[in-house]
């Protein structure tokens, strides 16, 4: 009974490769006795019986030696079709099923190499085996679009290309079949993301029309340190263990600014480099403008105001000297030197 236990064997693993394709049980295969089909009263009956179409749930062919060559039998699910080499051997198991239709081809120890499925519902599909035959590369089409899957000695998928509606995209795998790596191609734009063995993304570079965009996260996946390019000038910002922003330095057209953010992600001071000449504004927490330092070309001035803004303190120093100016809270100066 070898030749039916390694029929039944290969169509077991054919069934699940197949993801359901080939739905009909070699277990009545195994069933198949090794004499004929026909019993000798049988086939004289036949043979002395007027011309008819032949009937009959399996056909077997053998060689002159007797070994089987070629089996084919309908069930309840479908056809299986066996063609074996001269050792008796599996090498071709064809089953077409209502389920769709699957394709077997086996090397010379019968061990399965290749596989190919089709079906209405589930697409196309194409996996090749190794010498022990476990599946070590898959390629689908399904309604979603075409994938193509690699797979280590232990079954575990490590690289897989597929391509959707809005675009395409790779993953890599680890030895536990996380994904470590994604890249990804969409209406948007390209974007890469790499993840650590937690599966939480650690570093990510995207594009969005004109606008370059790379991130880094802690290991809880939150945003630590972010980096745009956009028309406008590049920036980088510093986020706090909730991704809530911390500093910002943007280089701009009118020059560079550096923006520091309290725990209410308010900004508290401002540096710029302008043309006029460098800056620097302190805000309150109602993010009221208290303090501000510049040095224009005319010479450097310092402002001090109260929460209105009015009543405060300017001094200023011009190319005839020092100018202090004190303000109530109308914004009326009360007191100025010289």
Known sequence: M????????????NRLMMVGLIGVSLAAIA??????????????????????????????????????????RASEDGLVLAVHDENGRPRV????????????????????RIGVGASTKDGSDIRMFDEKGKSRLEMKTEKDGPSLRLRDDKGNGRIA???????????????????????????????????DKNQKPRAELAMF?????????????????????????????????????????????????????DDKHYPRAVLAMIKDGPSLALFDENRTGRAGLAV?????TLDLCDESRRAGVQLCTIADGPHLTLLDRSGTAIWSAP
């Open 93 to 112: 198991v064809l089953s077409p099923t209502n389920l769709g239709t699957g394709l077997l081809l086996c090397d010379e120890d019968g061990t399965p």
């Open 2 to 13: 070898e030749i039916e236990q390694r029929i039944e064997r290969l169509e077991r693993q």
């Open 161 to 195: 290309l597929f391509t959707a509606e809005h675009g395409c995209g790779l993953a890599v795998y680890d030895e536990n079949a996380k994904a470590s790596t994604l890249l990804a191609v969409t209406d948007e734009g390209p974007a890469l993301r790499l993840n």
């Open 209 to 261: 029309g004109d606008t370059a965009r790379l991130r880094l996260n802690d290991e809880n996946g939150k945003a630590r340190v972010g980096l745009l390019a956009m028309k406008g000038g590049p920036s980088v910002g510093l986020f706090d263990e909730s991704g809530d922003p911390t500093a910002e330095l943007t280089a701009s057209s009118d020059g560079p600014w550096l923006r520091l953010y």
């Open 296 to 300: 224009p070309k005319a010479g450097p």
């Open 31 to 72: 069933s198949w006795p090794l004499s004929g089909l026909f019993s000798p009263r049988e086939a004289v009956a036949q043979a002395s019986a007027p011309a008819r179409t032949v009937e009959a749930e399996a056909f077997r062919l053998v060689d002159r030696n007797g070994k089987v060559r070629s089996e084919l």
